[in-house]
């Protein structure tokens, strides 16, 4: 069978340019499922605190904006960027739109989700702002739950930065 590492993805950013994950080789990633509409869409907030202070040494946020939970992301791509920048002055790379779940998952979120399960769900994902931490050798070493605010992942990302 064959192995995948993190790297052996691509993703399309908003803007269309296609990204090869191998781009964030020696960096420590948070891979985040996002969405504009949710109870947890504050959430940005805290990403964008922890990409600022920490991403002069080596961290990068890298959200997927999802619609797969009760339409809570129904926009275009220009509308996902704006809201993002105008609400929370988000800056770390927001992704195209996606799915996490389901036949049509991203690739990226089959792997992740068959590195790290989640708990009593599963491998599936049960909500958006769900976090994968990912070392700088591109190993999945930690999976965060939707409510887990960004603040709570501090320590871990201190140690493997």
């Known amino acids: 069978m064959e192995t995948f590492s993190f790297y052996d993805f691509e993703a399309d950013k908003l803007n269309d340019e296609k990204i090869r994950l191998d781009a964030y080789k020696d960096k420590t990633v948070i891979v985040v499922n996002t969405a504009s509409k949710c109870g947890l869409t504050p959430q940005y907030e805290g990403l964008e605190k922890l990409y600022q202070k920490y991403k002069d040494r080596g961290l ?49 979120f089959k792997y992740l989700k068959s590195e790290l399960s989640g708990g009593i769900f599963g491998r ?5 702002f ?12 930690k ?19």
């Open 60 to 108: 990068v946020i890298l959200g997927f904006p999802c619609n797969q939970f009760a339409n809570q992301e129904s926009g275009s791509s220009d509308e996902i960027q704006e809201f993002c920048q105008r609400n929370y002055g988000v800056s770390f790379p927001m992704f195209e739109k996606i799915e996490v779940n389901g036949k049509n998952a991203h690739p990226l």
């Open 143 to 161: 999976r965060y739950a939707p409510t887990t605010v960004p603040e709570k992942m501090e320590k871990d990302i201190i140690k493997i930065l």
């Open 130 to 141: 769900t976090k994968f931490l990912i070392d700088k050798n591109g190993n999945p070493v």
């Open 124 to 128: 599936k994902i049960k909500w958006n």
